[in-house]
């Protein structure tokens, strides 16, 4: 019962749903990283390999 | 559970440690002998195209074997052990914290290693699954499953115990890596044992496909690029001595490669019988990934910004610069062929042989280069030997790499052409195959010798680094370094949502199960359907399974490497209907474990085979190609002529596909050698009123003609509709 189902299920939705979740994570990434204050973060990130003996 | 002496006094808040620099020696180490051992492997079997004689007629030398050998070589030993030196190194430094176990450490070294021997001597022995990047047979690949899981314990219970809490961009990239490496090996690599170097693998025909090429499409995404883009994230700004240029651009570039990479796979079989969404769905993905590819490049590139001048002069800066454009290069081919139209040109040709060396020789091959000539002087406390001998190798590595990738283009173009051409009368206008391998074997030399010019640099390299770590001092120890502990957030002013930020990127748990659903949900709309497709690709009575002797004829074919310039897959397209025959479909792999539709045609097409030529042009052909085809570059094969069928691992053969689902009946199975030897003893004579020597029944070639002749038999008989 199953197989006949997906035999016959359109297969043109797998590309539109992969589309549209894919546009989903997308967008929700751009948000999120230009949402407010997180300029210093990504600075503060992005200068780890650079201080590698903060420490000392 | 850490085995390592860390001694971590503390010092007011700081803590003191050591890296596990030795580690990373060995894994450098490692990388430069396999380096060796990959590229000249790479160098021999170009020769061995340009002049079959090269394959001196040995079975373990010839290039059916040999190629997957330098493939593994170049992929899982090189890139893999310059992967591990250089995630080793980073990790500890990003995460500010020795290794989690030692022991574990030293465990993946040797495993990998051990893994790297026994496919250095199974695959020329023929003990190979015929599926590309996975070839190995099943007790190395749970040696592999083991391995890698050692390999995430470790570098998991090192995130665990870090002192950094922010998780930097090149962490993500290795994460991503562990976990979707493991899920696609595991996934491909479901076989069921003949015995303890033979096995048949639980999908068939199109599933088999499917699975395959998401297995090896990813092998390229996620063992060739993301941990490179992790290690490029790490090592260019070291070099640089600055930033990356935008982090916000780095996480864009990850998650959407994460997410999109996992889908393209089925670009590898355009126009095949694979389902027709499926297909689509790839291509989309595939054009899909030139966006994140280039901002990867970009964000690459642009982290030289105001370093350029010293571009000029740093053959490190130079290597990794050459890898970030040849990245952007592959990155923008690879899109372009997976367009339908275009692959329809180039696919099985040697275009495709050319964009995968553009990028492991450009981008991988120059990332490795950079890191090793940037840790070594680090590692061993020393200055690099020379820098004028890196220089040389820089440019005769670029020289090579060129000098092969324009000579495979044309070739590939220039074949592909040739093939498709139909002249006024809608003739095929170069009807013999071999008239376009002919015109192309010009250009294998030409190929071999930017190989060639490629290993010279490499040789280089090796002396140079053996000469930097003579400077080195004797007394050599791990580096020793201090660091805060985790910090915890308490600081004021912090709104809810920053630390909930903070919190999510600093729980690597909770970002691995969002590689994790992103990687899951590419690969379950792909693939659980093809679990289903026996509902509507199951093969009509007509279509009958192999015979025991065509069944072990195909496990020559395969043991061979028949597959590596040879496919079973007609396109449905009028240049191969012409010269082929009708079009493939996916009801005649349904008893193919492996499939065998290939991905390069060296040779012809052998699916519409059967038939095609007397059993006695197979047994010339297969002793000596040239005696039948003029011109023919195919290696001769004279061991199946004096090695003898085992007539008794039949039986087993037929039970073990019986419980994979191929309608064998106990008769069948209880007569396997019974019937074998009776269907070899009717070739044989038949071969020996031909004119072929007497006694031949028992001998391999037999039952490679069984095979031969079965390929498109069911077809031609009216089973397919």
């Known amino acids: ?56 | 559970m850490t085995s390592a002496p860390e001694p971590n006094q503390k010092m007011g808040l700081l803590e003191t440690f050591r890296y596990d620099d030795a580690i990373v020696k060995k894994f450098v180490l490692a990388t430069i002998v396999w380096g060796f051992v990959g590229l000249l492997l790479g160098v021999l079997v170009a020769f061995q195209l340009a002049d079959w004689r090269l394959n001196l007629g040995l079975p373990w030398l010839t290039f059916g074997r040999l190629r997957p050998l330098h493939t593994n070589a170049a992929i899982f030993a090189f890139a893999g052990n310059a992967i591990f030196a250089g995630i080793y190194y980073s990790t500890q430094r990003l995460l500010k914290a020795r290794m989690f176990c030692d022991r574990l450490s030293a465990a993946h070294f040797w495993g990998w290693q051990l893994i790297i021997v026994a496919a250095a001597i199974t695959l020329p022995l023929g003990f190979s699954v015929s599926k590309e990047y996975a070839e190995l047979e099943w007790p190395i690949d749970i040696a592999i499953a083991a391995v890698w899981v050692i390999f995430a314990v470790n570098f998991f219970g090192t995130i665990l115990k870090r002192r950094e809490k922010h998780l930097y961009v090149a962490i993500w990239f290795y994460i991503a890596t562990i976990i979707t490496v493991a899920i696609l090996h595991i996934v491909n690599s479901i076989n069921l044992p003949v015995s303890f170097w033979k096995s048949y693998p639980v999908f068939s025909g199109a599933q088999d496909a499917l699975v395959q090429w998401w297995y090896g499409h990813n092998a390229v995404a996620f063992f060739l690029t993301t941990p490179f883009l992790g290690l490029m994230y790490y090592y260019l700004p070291k070099a640089a001595n600055r930033p990356v240029y935008s982090y916000r651009l780095s996480i864009i570039h990850f998650w959407s490669l994460v997410f999109i990479y996992i889908w393209a796979g089925p670009h590898h079989l355009l126009y095949t019988a694979l389902p027709e969404w499926a297909q689509t769905l790839g291509m989309l993905f595939s054009v899909m990934l030139l966006a994140p590819s280039w901002g990867g490049m970009i964000n690459g590139l642009l982290t030289l910004r105001g370093a350029w001048d010293r571009v000029r002069t740093d053959p490190i800066l130079k290597m990794f610069v050459a890898a970030l454009t040849f990245y952007g290069m592959a990155t923008f081919e690879g899109p372009l062929l997976s367009i339908k139209s275009v692959n329809l040109l180039g696919h099985y040709t040697d275009w495709i042989i050319g964009h995968v060396h553009g990028g492991t020789l450009g981008w991988n091959g120059f990332m490795s280069f950079a890191m090793i000539y940037w840790l070594v002087p680090k590692l061993w406390r020393t200055k690099l030997y020379s820098v004028s001998l890196a220089q040389w190798h820089f440019w005769t590595g670029l020289l090579g790499t060129i000098t092969y990738y324009l000579a495979m283009v044309s070739s590939g173009i220039t074949q592909g052409l040739m093939l498709r051409a139909i002249d006024s009368t809608g003739r095929l206008q170069y009807p013999d195959f071999i008239e376009t391998v002919t015109k192309i074997v010009p250009l294998y030399w030409v190929r071999a010798f930017g190989g060639v010019l490629y290993l010279f640099g490499f040789v280089l390299l090796i002396y140079n680094i053996a000469k930097t770590i003579q400077l080195a001092p004797r007394e050599q120890s791990d580096e020793q370094t201090q660091a805060l502990p985790m910090p915890v957030d308490t600081a004021s002013g912090v709104t809810s949502f920053q630390k909930f930020h903070r919190q999510l990127e600093g729980l690597g748990g909770v970002f691995s199960s969002l590689v994790v659903i992103a990687v899951i949900v590419g690969g379950a709309i792909e693939i659980i359907p093809t679990f289903f497709m026996g509902g509507f690709i199951q093969a009509p009575p007509e279509v009958r399974p192999y015979s025991a002797l065509q069944l072990h004829g195909r496990d020559i074919y395969v043991r061979e490497g028949c597959y590596t310039c040879h496919s079973q897959m007609v396109r449905p397209i009028s240049s191969e209907t012409l010269r082929y025959g009708a079009y493939s479909r996916a009801e005649e792999s349904a008893y193919d474990r492996p499939f065998q539709w290939g991905s390069k045609r060296t040779g012809p097409d052998l699916a519409r085979l059967a038939g095609k030529y007397p059993d006695l042009w197979h047994f010339r052909h297969m002793l000596n190609p040239r005696d039948v085809v003029a011109g023919s570059i195919m290696p001769s094969y004279p061991w199946l002529f004096e090695d003898q069928t085992d007539f008794k691992v039949l039986r087993k053969k037929l039970q073990v596909m019986r419980s994979l689902g191929v309608p064998y009946t106990d008769e069948q199975i209880r007569n396997a050698s019974v019937d074998a030897t009776a269907e070899a003893e009717a070739i044989a004579a038949s071969l020996t009123q031909q004119g072929a020597p007497p006694r031949v029944a028992d001998k391999e070639i037999i039952a490679l003609i069984a095979y031969l002749q079965r390929l498109g038999a069911d077809f031609k008989k009216g089973g397919i509709h």
């Open chain 1, 1 to 56: 019962m199953l197989a006949r189902v997906l035999s016959e299920f359109p297969w043109v939705w797998p590309a539109c749903l992969a589309m549209l979740i894919f546009l989903g994570i997308f967008v929700g990434v751009i948000f999120w990283i230009f949402r407010r204050d997180s300029r210093g973060l990504y600075e503060t990130i992005s200068a780890i390999p650079l201080k590698e003996h903060e420490g000392k």
